[in-house]
């Protein structure tokens, strides 16, 4: 069975300061993930995925992750924040080979000040 | 390129009654997933449909059902009602099914029914 976990239900910043959102899986096998963004009143958009290969990946509006296999873990982290990056953040994470039937994180809610 | 639309956006019903939502793709997009959020148990997979056949479901009771039709379009209804169905429906289409070789799914802007 797959599990995330995200460690962080809300993360305060200030605008222009970096910021890390952590993500952990639990997985037997190999895996697919993923980090979206929701805006209020909004989808799910995709922000950036992990397939295989290079470990740092890297997505839209400024955004990276570095999948680490030996902790389990794919942290979300952009350098300078700003004002409009103000959303719930989810972590999800899919079984390759399995039922292709995504597990989701329940969200971290960045929340720049001015 | 439209997005994903659902419809309707706000939905008030109560116990024990019934309720369709809405779900157009992607032009040319052929899979639909459909997902619950709740503030308790966040982001959860209720089925995916794909060419008008269910391929996955989520762990969901029987009151939960949807279709997909010839277009591409999708419907989900819940039956019998619970306040506990009060939730945010997410609609997600895609090209192929599922997030297989990380396909991706585009997400609508979801229809929020609350049950009273």
Known sequence: AQSVTQLDSQVPVFEEAPVELRCNYSSSVSVYLFWYVQYPNQGLQLLLKYLSGSTLVKGINGFEAEFNKSQTSFHLRKPSVHISDTAEYFCAVLTSGGSYIPTFGRGTSLIVHP | ?116
């Open chain 2, 1 to 116: 390129k439209a997005g994903v639309t659902q419809t309707p956006r706000y939905l008030i019903k109560t116990r024990g009654q019934q309720v369709t939502l809405s779900c157009s793709p992607i032009s040319g997009h052929r899979s639909v997933s459909w997902y619950q959020q709740t503030p308790g148990q966040g982001l959860q997979f209720l089925f995916e449909y794909f060419s008008e056949t269910q391929r996955n479901k989520g762990n969901f009771p029987g009151r939960f059902s949807g279709r997909q039709f010839s277009n591409s379009r999708s419907e989900m209804n819940v039956s019998t009602l619970e306040l506990g169905d009060s939730a945010l429906y997410l609609c997600a289409s895609s090209l192929a099914p599922g997030l297989a070789g990380g396909n991706e799914q585009f997400f609508g802007p979801g229809t929020r029914l609350t049950v009273l």
